[in-house]
């Protein structure tokens, strides 16, 4: 694999010439050289051009379910073939706990943004976020909000330490936008994110030009962008900066988000004392984000925040457990649990960074900046100079005031540890990481986590709370989840991703609308009220999928309660309450005239005044979403219902679907007595003949 590694870009694998200038790549452990790496004569104005026509024309045909779908084939094709990312990933220096963390957890992504796509999304092209605002007193005049798809590309610009995760976290969301992704990953570990995109790019399940891969440099990159295009940057804040000063991002509208530097803490609880659950916990978690990934994670915990009283108890027990459990050297080897760094380059700028550390008042307690003693690949320890091996290192700061401390990220298997005395000085050094990705709190003490998290929240994208009730469950520290946010505040970047739907939106465009209802249920794909109705003929409940649309409706009959009605219900239920029994106690209550219907009632009520009773294409109620009361119903009033097809969403690998009811109860005065949504599940097609409303 000496060769120059190729790009994929506009549809085929491109390379330059043998002889172009071309940087090598090593295997951490060894040095020898795995690739070369050189984009010499690339157009990246042609990729880009070729993601917002070949890709934006090719996704825009799917609907979020139908990206959803490919997504999960993706994460299976993924699957199938991970052994080869794993013998790939070995050579990044990473472990097989460390790999499993890149590997398995981006295509953990990949299966979780399918499952959130069709759980959470319409089966269309259209997002809407919010409730419609009625704009006019007769309901004529609408507004809503709706997300569509950014019309350009999103150039996602990875780091070296999660050459897969780091590419999938920001490529799964894009892509179920709709959005086609230009994969930027860096130098020192770019061979196995090409080795993932080949993957793919063999499955045959990649839309065309959804997927683009630069293998090197990029210093042109951004005279190319324009309004429409979307930067993902990880990596470190000076360059952030510098990307974010060009004129496309401060001009041009290109969006810019960025995961950068960040001195992350971790807090031990003042009543997290030596022989408590918690301090244990938060010891084993030190060690943890200390050696995972060798240290080299954004997420690690830089700095350790502990009661000055405990600063002794915690260094003793963080170097027993170093000295129990972590053995540094090849990834191959067996028993390694903690490999080198990315490259020489790398370990050389660690230990400048632990340099700096040392000369700003900070103590070396555990560790070495010395070339430590490693497993070898062939079973035997020894030096080994061609690669890029360092040891756990823990620094004391007496003076929590040092700005390096809170300043200098050594990113590597490097944390610093630091007292406190008092909760409030706590915060206030969690607050001088100028923001942070992540903080945690071991604590059990109520109180100490309330004191804290209002002191720290603002200034981390995610807090953390271990004790011994998740201790055994909790992911970890340094574990982003596609569920969560994964950003923060200040120095970390200011940006978002991840964060479930919330990252698929950041790849979309908000925009208000404005129309009557018929307009509006034309544009979202959603019936609105006072768009047009069909009532009579074929019952819908008579409809599968195929024939079912938005607008036909039910429009029942008149149904009297009486007093005999609501005291059967009450009996039968046990729901006795005062409002339903006591004619006294009801009337002497603001918000009732006096003996009133249970809203339970009312709403089964309205069931057996809508529902077609005999087997047919409603295979299932699935649920009531959005219910409110509105109007009491007294003994002799009337109800009736009108329920109308709301949307229709099939799902793309069954054979039925879910149709959301709008359902509205009345009295016989017109006024509103209850408004819902009902949401049944229904068959695709049917083999029987529809049958007229009887």
């Not at 200038?21 to 020898?32: C, I, N, Q």
Request: hydrophobic share 40%; net charge negative; charged share 20%.
């Amino acid at each position: 694999m000496t060769e120059i590694l190729p790009s994929y870009v506009n549809g085929g694998w491109w390379t330059p010439s043998p002889s172009a200038p071309a940087t090598e790549v090593r295997d951490a452990s060894t040095g020898e050289v795995v690739t070369r790496v050189s984009t010499e004569g690339l157009d990246l104005g042609a990729a880009l051009e070729y993601a917002r026509t070949v890709g934006q024309a090719s996704l825009g045909e799917l609907t979020f379910h139908q990206r959803a779908v490919l997504l999960k084939q993706m994460a299976l094709a993924l699957t199938e073939r991970k052994a080869e990312l794993y013998a790939l990933s070995s050579r990044t220096g990473a472990t097989k706990q460390d790999s499993w963390v890149d590997i398995d957890g981006g295509i953990g992504v990949l299966f979780t943004f399918s499952g959130k796509g069709r759980r959470e999304m319409p089966n269309s092209k259209v997002y809407l976020d919010g409730a419609v605002e009625n704009l006019s007193k007769d309901g004529s005049f609408l507004g809503r909000h709706i997300y569509t798809r950014l019309p350009g590309a999103a150039v996602q610009i990875n780091a070296f330490n999660f050459p897969v995760w780091g590419s999938l976290e920001k490529f799964a969301p894009a892509f179920l936008a709709g959005m086609p992704t230009v994969v930027k990953p860096a130098t020192p570990t770019g061979y196995l994110a090409e080795a993932f995109v080949r993957i793919l790019v063999e499955s045959g399940l990649l839309p065309d030009g959804s997927l683009q891969l630069v293998s090197g440099s990029v210093p042109t990159l951004f005279d190319h962008l324009r309004l429409g295009d979307l930067v993902g940057f990880t990596g470190s804040a000076s360059t952030a900066e510098r990307l974010r000063a060009h004129d496309a991002v401060q001009t041009g509208g290109v969006r810019f988000t960025s995961e950068t530097d960040s001195i992350n803490a971790s807090v031990l609880g003042t009543d997290a004392v030596a022989g408590t659950p918690e301090f244990d916990a938060y010891v084993k978690q030190l060690v943890v984000e200390m050696t995972t990934k060798a240290g080299q994670k954004c997420t690690a915990i830089r700095r350790a925040i502990v009661p000055e009283a405990s600063v002794d108890a915690v260094i003793d027990a963080v170097r027993a457990r170093i000295a129990e459990r972590v053995v540094v050297g090849d990834p191959r080897a067996e028993g390694v649990t903690m490999g080198p760094l990315a490259s020489t380059a790398q370990r050389d700028e660690v230990l400048r960074q632990v340099g700096r550390l040392t000369a700003a008042g900070g103590e070396l307690v555990i560790g070495s900046t010395d070339a430590p003693t490693v497993a070898l690949a062939d079973g035997s320890t020894g030096s080994a100079p061609d690669g890029a091996f360092v040891a756990p290192m823990l620094l004391r700061f007496a003076d929590a005031a040092s700005p390096a401390l809170h300043e200098v990220e050594a990113f590597g298997p490097v944390s610093s540890i630091v007292g406190y005395g008092s909760l409030a000085e706590a915060s206030a050094l969690v607050a001088r990481g100028g923001g942070s990705l992540v903080t945690s709190v071991a604590t059990h003490d109520p109180a100490v986590a309330v004191e804290l998290a209002s002191g720290i929240a603002a200034y981390n994208g995610r807090v953390l709370f271990l004790d011994r009730d998740d201790a055994r469950t909790s992911t970890g520290h340094g574990s982003p989840l596609p569920n969560l946010v994964h950003g923060g505040p200040g120095r970390a970047g200011g940006g978002e991703e991840l964060g479930g739907i919330r990252a698929v939106l950041h790849h979309m465009q908000r925009t208000a609308v404005q129309g009557s209802p018929e307009m509006l249920t034309t544009l979202t794909g959603v019936w609105h009220a006072g768009a047009s109705a069909r009532a009579g003929g074929v019952h819908p409940f008579r409809k599968s999928l195929a024939e079912l649309r938005l607008g036909d409706q039910v429009v029942s009959g008149s149904r009297t309660v009486t007093l005999d009605d609501i005291e059967t219900f009450a009996n039968f239920t046990g729901d006795t309450f005062y409002a339903h029994m006591d004619e006294e106690a009801a009337a002497a209550n603001p918000f009732f005239p006096g003996r009133v219907a249970h809203g339970y009632l009312l709403v089964s009520w309205a069931a057996g005044l809508f529902v077609d009773a005999a087997p047919g294409p409603v295979l299932a109620n699935s649920g009531l979403e959005n219910l409110r009361f509105v109007t009491p119903v007294s003994p002799g009033d009337a109800i009736r219902v009108e329920l109308t097809a709301k949307q229709i969403t099939p799902r793309e690998t069954d054979e039925y679907g879910e149709v959301r009811w709008d359902a509205v109860l009345r009295n016989q005065n017109d006024e509103l007595v209850a408004s819902y949504d009902v949401l049944t599940l229904v068959a695709k097609e049917q083999a029987g003949e529809a049958t007229p409303v009887g």
